[in-house]
């Protein structure tokens, strides 16, 4: 999987997970939104500690200067000067469509040390179940927690999302009792930084403007609404729990698919928050 590792390293964690582990309702905004891991939180961070403790990410991080920006968006800014000055360069883009390249930068050459977990669902191995996922650290964290989440790197796969990686990655973000754990996608010409099949995730202490903004339907039956009065307009899929992940994890990725047929790239962002009526809707 990895290219081979330091003396003492410390192995990756198998985590195998069902439904009774995910949590439906996060904690709220008010308090200690942290206080109450799950085992999943307990597992990510203390191995993601473990970790920075070793020496193995590119810079130590500290906490981070972060303000809510005035305005009714509420925008949150930090500032994080290293993450900016000593991350790996990105790779070049030329196509929404570029095959992988085994020559370049990709996560079979991180080290057997930065991967914390192995990510299973119980009983998985359908072809409608999610992706296995490793859980390996950024190197280059935006914050505490950063972590990517991998399908297995040495099948060679793209930056284009599936619905398997995807519903893995809504699963993670169920594991999490943090309301602040967000998994994210950035496509091709949007922002991805290596061309092989990854998500991000972590934790974020402040809500965000997504989580709770009007939304126009659009095709209630699929979820699907539009979030007009965002930083960029966006489609919104909304799924009221774990039975419904399946289904949108494949609608967003026929979505995704559409958008790259038309030469647009575009990011995924996956979070809890209310639905598209608004908190009274229920969900």
């Excluded at 196509?95 to 990510?119: H, K, M, W």
């Excluded at 296995?132 to 297995?152: F, K, Q, T």
């Excluded at 007009?228 to 995704?256: H, K, M, N, Q, T």
């Amino acid at each position: 999987m990895a290219a081979g590792g330091e003396p003492g390293d410390p192995g990756a964690e198998d985590f195998v997970y069902g439904e009774e582990d995910f949590v439906l309702r996060a904690a709220g905004w008010g308090g200690e939104p942290g206080s109450a891991p799950s085992r999943f939180d307990r597992a990510l961070l203390e191995g993601w500690s473990d970790r920075m403790e070793r020496g193995l990410f590119r810079y130590r991080l500290g906490p981070l200067p972060t303000r809510v920006l005035p305005g009714p968006m509420r925008l949150v800014a930090q500032l994080n000067v290293q993450r900016g000055t000593e991350r790996r360069p990105p790779q070049a883009v030329r196509s929404l469509r570029q095959p992988f390249d085994p020559r370049a930068f990709n996560f079979t050459q991180i080290r057997p040390g930065e991967v914390l977990l192995r990510l299973r669902r119980a009983g998985g191995g359908g072809p409608a179940d999610p992706d296995p996922l490793l859980v390996a650290i950024n190197v280059s964290p935006l914050e505490r927690g950063h972590v990517l989440l991998l399908p297995e790197p040495a099948r060679g796969l793209p930056q284009a999302l599936t619905a398997p990686l995807l519903r893995g990655g809504l699963e993670a973000a169920l594991l999490s009792a943090h309301p602040g754990f967000r998994v994210g996608f950035n496509g091709l010409g949007g922002c991805a930084s290596v061309n092989h099949l990854h998500l991000h995730a972590f934790y974020l202490g402040r809500p965000l403007l997504v989580e709770s903004a009007p939304a126009r339907p659009l095709c209630p039956r699929r979820g699907l609404s539009l979030l007009p009065d965002v930083p960029a307009p966006a489609f919104l899929f909304y799924a009221a729990g774990p039975a419904g992940l399946e289904a949108l994890a494949r609608d967003v990725c026929r979505a995704a698919e559409h958008l790259a047929d038309t030469g647009l790239a575009c990011n995924v962002f996956a979070t809890r928050g209310d639905p598209p009526g608004g908190a009274a809707a229920g969900g």
